[in-house]
């Protein structure tokens, strides 16, 4: 009896050892039929990036070195961007651009809107001078906007920023004239002025008072000096007394006449006269003089 049930409990022993050897196997086994299945979950997906906005390219050609350009994309943030004399490459979207020309000093140039297609440049050339030329003689003297201008070839002449400037004439002995001048940018501005004699008036006529009578009493002295003796006519007193006034007069005078005439005269307002005639290669602006 004792070995029977010990063989029993052997026996139960092994099977329980057996099951759980063969559960792994039956854990890889498929699923019984009508039972679908564990799904696997599917890897994550990766993000696609947004394709590029097309964009080309904004070609400026600058005349001058001090410009800046202010460009407004039909997409995106506008830009400034400083511009050499040449080739200016700049990507920009496709669109159309509103594009600002200014100098450094804030003039503004130009104003355009440039279509901007997708791999493909677009130019844009900016004319940002013009010439100003003051026919006068050599002994006139020029400023533009507080500059002097240098003569060259018998005029004045200098290339400027188009639009509004200051000019003042001035020559000695004459009336200086100051007025506004507006300048087109590709054409040439000539000036001819026509310049009004100044007339000091008494301040002249003192001048030449002093030099005429201080030499008639000099000269009187020396008459004096040559034909009387030294105890007639007043003796040596008159006759100093004739030349010292008559030297301070002489001297007075020239030094009077002679800040009269480097002296320079009054500025007076001036209003130009436009006219525009058409030359081979551009315009040439004559402009005359009107008080």
């Not at 004792?2 to 139960?12: E, G, P």
């Not at 009187?220 to 040596?236: C, H, L, P, S, W």
Request: proline share 7%; no cysteine.
């Amino acid at each position: 009896m004792f070995k029977t049930s010990m063989v029993q409990i052997t026996v139960s022993a092994l099977l329980v050892a057996s099951m759980v050897a063969a559960a792994p196997a039956l854990a890889d086994e498929p699923a019984a039929a009508g039972r679908p299945p564990a799904a696997t979950p599917a890897p994550a997906a990766t993000p696609t990036p947004a394709p590029a906005a097309a964009a080309g390219t904004l070609v400026i050609m600058a005349d001058a070195d001090d410009l800046v350009a202010e460009i407004k994309p039909a997409t995106g943030e506008a830009r400034v961007v400083g511009l050499k004399k040449g080739e200016n490459r700049t990507e920009v979207p496709a669109g159309d651009a509103e594009v600002v020309i200014t100098t450094k000093a804030g003039r503004r140039i130009l104003d355009a809107k440039v279509a901007i297609t997708a791999g493909a440049d677009a130019p844009l050339d900016v004319k940002s001078r013009a010439k100003l030329v003051v026919q006068a003689p050599a002994d006139a003297e020029v400023e533009l906007d507080g500059t002097d201008v240098t003569p060259t070839a018998g005029q004045f002449s200098v290339e400027t920023t188009p639009g509004g400037h200051s000019l003042v004439v001035q020559r000695v002995g004459h009336y200086g004239q100051k007025g506004p001048v507006d300048i087109e940018v590709g054409k040439t501005t000539k000036i001819v002025p026509e310049f009004e004699r100044f007339d000091p008036g008494s301040r002249k006529t003192i001048a030449w008072a002093g030099i005429l009578g201080g030499g008639a009493l000099v000269i009187t002295a020396i008459i004096i000096e040559a034909n009387t003796k030294y105890n007639e006519a007043g003796g040596d007193v008159v006759r100093w007394t004739l030349v010292g006034a008559g030297a301070v007069g002489f001297v007075g005078g020239t030094v009077m006449l002679k800040q009269i005439m480097d002296e320079p005269a009054p500025i007076k307002d001036a209003k130009f006269s436009v006219q525009v005639a058409r030359t081979q290669g551009g315009a040439v602006a004559t402009v005359g003089l009107r008080f």
